[in-house]
């Protein structure tokens, strides 16, 4: 089961996290959490990664749905963003497809947000390499 929607940029890292939270802003996702695990590995077990963040997207309307739907499904969100350095001068971006909640969950109603999520994210994504 693949469970990630990847584009790889030719673009550094720093102004590429910055391009995505503007290309998820405008597809009405908000960033609740940041988590930059290169600085979490280092300082924590002192190994060494390269830059590597993790951004938790949110939706509101879109989340609402998906619990209203299926309370358990908090577990997955917010819907995850990765950006990593690929290189130096390449920058890898992913998202984890929000089908995957449809093939976890018994609720039906998810299929429709699944969907619009799904359109939400690529949108955003193709925003990057176009």
Same mark, same amino acid.
């Not at 039906?108 to 699944?114: G, N, P, Q």
């Given at each position: ?73 908090? %577990? ?8 990593? $350095? !690929?290189?130096?001068?390449?920058? =890898?971006?992913? /998202? *984890? &497809? ?5 093939? %976890? ?8 947000? $699944? !969907?619009?999520?799904?359109?939400? =994210?690529?949108? /955003? *994504? &193709?925003?990057?390499?176009?």
């Amino acid at each position: 089961m693949s469970y990630a929607m990847t584009i790889r940029l030719s673009a550094g890292f720093t102004p590429t996290v910055e391009r995505v939270r503007t290309a998820l802003k405008d597809q009405g996702f908000g960033v609740l959490t940041e988590i930059d695990m290169r600085s979490t590995l280092r300082e924590k077990l002192g190994v060494d990664i390269e830059e590597y963040v993790i951004l938790g997207a949110c939706n509101p309307p879109l989340a609402h749905r998906a619990m209203e739907a299926d309370r358990n499904i908090g %577990l997955l969100l917010p819907c995850n963003v990765v950006v990593r $350095a !690929d290189g130096p001068d390449a920058t =890898l971006v992913q /998202a *984890l &497809d929000p089908q995957v909640m449809v093939q %976890l969950s018994d609720a039906a109603e998810l299929r429709a947000v $699944a !969907d619009e999520a799904t359109r939400r =994210l690529r949108a /955003a *994504l &193709d925003a990057l390499s176009g």
